[in-house]
């Protein structure tokens, strides 16, 4: 069959036809996260040969040749309950026969670099080296590669999504969610499960994560014709939050005022989003437990009619659920949790071109600027710099896709000419974790202002000593820790000597 982008396609259930059962367990596999002259193979996994004795997999342009010393790697598009084996990689940056990979027994890969492009892991060149999950590989300035962790035969069938639903490989979905690594597939189908069911539903993650996106999954998918409200649960008064909630008659309490049907009378036959519910203290929250119980049931202030309201809430918070009045979460009975960019790393190549592409659908001046057009004249690849998807990729994030969001909006603002590329702004707001270091921790959140001050004092402000002396990445982090302390001497006036 073909792609949309006019690629012969050939579903297969294994690569080699390996069948042993490590083939089939998760593992190390290398996705696309950029390929210059070629965005649209971004979200591609090659998949290294399997078995007790794997052989070397080669990855380059172009098929196979008959004078290849290992079977020849082709990209293959994954979804559940199946995999699409796609056309060889066409950029002629690449060299015919660029990378050997070779899987290992200790969950990691060896990869050769055997072509003419540099190939450049944890910020240095290599011949060759061990990597693992997580880590980066960059080719010259052509192509850049991730390690995340598939099923090496394909990925679980959903139970709940219907296989309908697909949208576009690497697009967002109806919904607005953007992502095809299992975590992002499980998310849909735990949406969709609760979508149809009754009972009322508990978001949970941390900020940034899109929790409002999944809360229109969950409303869309119900097939419920009234409408989504919307409400940050914070932004309710505390001594309006039964007027709020539930509405009032007319002249009540104070006269002249309006008749409200509250934020329960306007969700009736649809779904009432409450966002950070966990913002609001435990008496505030006990307004909510009659109403969630079966039959719905409120009265508006000034008002003695019981009315019901058939609709569904979905809450959201980024707090613990133990933080939560018992009995509410109690009466939130489905939960689901949306995982954070570190859980789905794999998405994040597909967040940056999407974020990239929307920002260009609403400014003629972005897509004129960053993006190649076709001969129809339609707007499709994105100009972006290696360097940049390669520190975006390593960078620790703390608010997620809003966080993404910035940072993309700042290389957008700092970069010149036609490409987006690392401008010094998005240098300095980087955290990146030194080789063997976990994600969840950085040495730049256990540093004091006593301590670069004291290091100052040693080097004579010389920057290169001080950040190294304090264990940072870079002078970038240096100058960070200065702001945010206030400390009396400008980060600019340090020298770079030393």
Not at 13 to 36: C, D, H, K, R, Y
Not at 215 to 244: K, Q
Request: aromatic share 4%; proline share 5%; hydrophobic share 40%.
């Amino acid at each position: 069959m073909l792609s949309t982008d006019g690629s012969t396609q050939l579903e297969v259930s294994m690569f080699t036809g390996n069948t042993s059962a490590e083939w089939q367990q998760l593992g190390p596999v290398l996705e696309i996260a950029w390929l210059v002259g070629e965005p649209e193979r971004i979200g591609e996994v090659f998949l290294p040969p399997g078995g007790r004795e794997p052989e070397p997999g080669l990855i380059g342009r172009g098929g196979a040749q008959p004078d290849d010393a290992a079977v020849r790697l082709l990209p293959i598009r994954q979804r559940p309950g199946s995999n699409v084996l796609m056309a060889a990689l066409g950029s002629k940056n690449l060299s015919r026969r660029q990378l050997l990979v070779k899987r290992r027994s200790d969950g990691r890969l060896d990869i050769t670099n055997v072509g003419r492009l540099e190939l450049t892991v944890r910020g240095d060149t290599v011949d060759s080296t061990v990597v693992g999950i997580g880590d980066v590989i960059v080719l010259g300035k052509a192509a850049v590669l991730q390690v995340v962790k598939r099923r090496s035969d394909r990925l679980y069938t959903l139970n709940s999504w219907d296989s309908a639903r697909v949208q576009a490989f690497g697009g967002p979905d109806e919904f607005g969610i953007v992502g095809e690594s299992p975590l992002a597939w499980s998310l849909r189908d735990s949406l969709a499960f609760c979508a149809g069911k009754e009972g009322h539903v508990l978001l949970t993650g941390e900020s940034g994560t899109g929790k409002e996106l999944a809360a229109r999954a969950v409303h869309g998918l119900s097939g419920r014709g009234g409408a989504l409200i919307s409400r940050n649960a914070a932004t309710l008064p505390p001594g309006l939050i039964d007027a709020e909630l539930f509405g009032n008659t007319r002249n009540y309490p104070n006269p002249g005022m309006r008749e409200r049907p509250g934020l329960i009378g306007e969700a009736n036959g649809g779904t009432l989003f409450l966002d950070e519910v966990g913002e609001l203290g435990h008496e505030l929250q006990a307004h909510l437990l009659r109403v969630l119980d079966s039959g719905g049931e409120y009265s508006r202030l000034g008002e003695s009619t019981v009315r019901r309201s058939d609709f569904t809430l979905v809450a959201a918070t980024n707090r613990s659920v133990k933080d939560l009045k018992h009995d509410l979460a109690a009466r939130l009975i489905h939960r689901v949790h949306v995982p954070t960019l570190d859980e789905r790393r794999s998405d994040l190549p597909l967040l940056i071109r999407h974020i990239l592409s929307s920002a260009a659908d609403k400014d003629p001046s972005i897509a004129s600027r960053f993006f190649d057009t076709s001969d129809r004249g339609r707007r499709r690849r994105p100009r972006i710099d290696v360097k940049l998807v390669e520190a975006l990729l390593r960078h620790r994030y703390s608010t997620h896709v809003r966080e993404l969001h910035r940072l993309l909006w700042m290389s957008m603002a700092g970069s010149r000419g036609q490409t987006l590329r690392l401008v010094e702004a998005v240098q300095e707001s980087l955290d990146i974790p030194q080789p063997g270091e976990a994600r969840g921790a950085s040495p730049v959140d256990e540093i004091t202002a006593e301590q670069i001050t004291e290091a100052m004092e040693r080097h004579q402000g010389v920057q290169a000593r001080v950040w190294k002396e304090l264990g940072l990445k870079n002078r970038f982090q240096l100058r960070r820790l200065i702001k945010k302390f206030g400390l009396a001497t400008p980060a600019e006036e340090l020298t770079t000597a030393g």
